[in-house]
């Protein structure tokens, strides 16, 4: 069974930075596609970027593409979210997600993801 753990949400100014961390146990991360998807009150659950498994491929959303950078450190098991330049619409919580997929492949819809994380909560005030 795999355990996600997200950590290092909270609050952050605009134009801050945050890196959110995402430990997974259980299993290996390089067995896994992975992502890191937010939801905002009211709103649907969005992506924000995800990484292939092995690691070669990411996609980011269009708005956080020049903003947030995903990373992942295969000694740690882990898989970071830097967040920099944060805007009150970034103000979510975030959650990782892991699916095991075929190598190569990204997954971008949260439908197909099976194992989740609790979720971080990221607020910047406006």
């Known amino acids: 069974q795999v355990h996600l753990i997200e950590s290092g949400g909270g609050l952050a100014q605009a134009g801050g930075s945050l890196r959110l961390s995402c430990e997974v146990s259980g299993d290996t991360f390089t067995n896994y596609a992975m992502g890191w998807f937010r939801q905002a009150p009211g709103k649907a659950r969005e992506l924000v970027a995800a990484i292939s498994r092995g690691g070669l491929r990411t996609t980011y959303a269009e708005a956080e593409k020049d903003r947030f950078s995903l990373s992942m450190d295969s000694a740690e098991n882990t898989m970071y979210l830097q967040m920099t330049d944060l805007k009150s619409e970034d103000t979510a919580i975030y959650y990782c997600?892991?699916?095991?997929?075929?190598?190569?492949?990204?997954?971008?819809?949260?439908?197909?993801?099976?194992?989740w994380g609790q979720g971080t909560q990221v607020t910047v005030p406006s």
């Open positions: 997600a892991a699916v095991r997929v075929n190598v190569g492949r990204v997954v971008e819809r949260s439908s197909e993801y099976e194992y």
